[in-house]
């Protein structure tokens, strides 16, 4: 475990860090070095989301929220006639019927904040891959992102993140458009200045791995 631990850590190394030799891909192998928690906590960059969303809002970016335990939870972000928009939502379930996602709040979006949104999630997607370790079974919770613009379809997730890694500050920033939402835009300046930072540090971040500088 030990072996496999190290080489997912060295994925989300900072920069100068040398990637590990390449072998093939062996599933015996990987099955039994399965990985801890804390080791899938700290890839630096999403993975695939292989399960159908079956979104009717035709969203230019998301984010859901899919806990072990409790009902998902989300948010969308559109453009209509009016200009941007965030919407949120959560799922609910009446006695005898499917759940369903119920509209919970939407408030306007300056183009900017809709920009800076875009901006983030397109990069951080354009940078999914599936890990070479197994790791089934694990309790937590999945965030999952989706990005529909600018000629891009993308949709990706990631597990209880940690550390100081992009799918730790993509789930920060877009826990940020949440609360903004459901606080009916209470403070666009401060979302302005959170989304901004997070654009700096996935960038700088993304510059420094590939030994480009800060």
């Not at 859901?64 to 453009?79: D, K």
């Not at 709040?105 to 599936?130: C, F, M, R």
């Not at 937590?140 to 993308?154: A, K, N, P, V």
Request: glycine share 8%; net charge neutral; charged share 20%.
């Amino acid at each position: 475990m030990f072996i496999r631990v190290a080489c997912l850590l060295t994925l989300s190394a900072p920069v100068a860090a040398q990637s590990p030799p390449w072998t093939p891909y062996n599933e015996g192998l990987e099955r039994q070095h399965q990985v801890s928690g804390e080791a899938r906590a700290q890839l630096d960059h999403l993975t695939p989301f292989d399960l159908p969303q079956n979104e009717t809002r035709d969203c230019l970016a998301s984010f859901r929220i899919l806990p072990s335990f409790t009902p998902p939870e989300g948010w969308c972000l559109l453009l209509t006639k009016n200009g941007y928009r965030v919407e949120t939502w959560k799922t609910t379930q009446t006695s005898g019927n499917a759940p369903s996602e119920m509209a919970e709040a939407s408030v306007p979006l300056d183009k900017g904040t809709a920009d800076l949104i875009q901006e983030i999630w397109i990069n951080v997607l354009l940078d999914t891959h599936y890990p070479r370790a197994y790791s089934g079974g694990l309790d937590g919770t999945y965030y999952s992102f989706q990005s529909r613009s600018h000629g891009l379809d993308m949709r990706a997730q990631t597990w209880s993140p940690s550390g100081e890694r992009p799918p730790a500050w993509l789930v920060s920033a877009a826990s940020e458009v949440m609360v903004y939402a459901r606080s009916q835009g209470a403070d666009p300046e401060r979302l302005r200045t959170d989304l901004a930072k997070c654009k700096e540090r996935v960038f700088s971040y993304y510059r420094s791995r590939v030994g480009g500088g800060a």
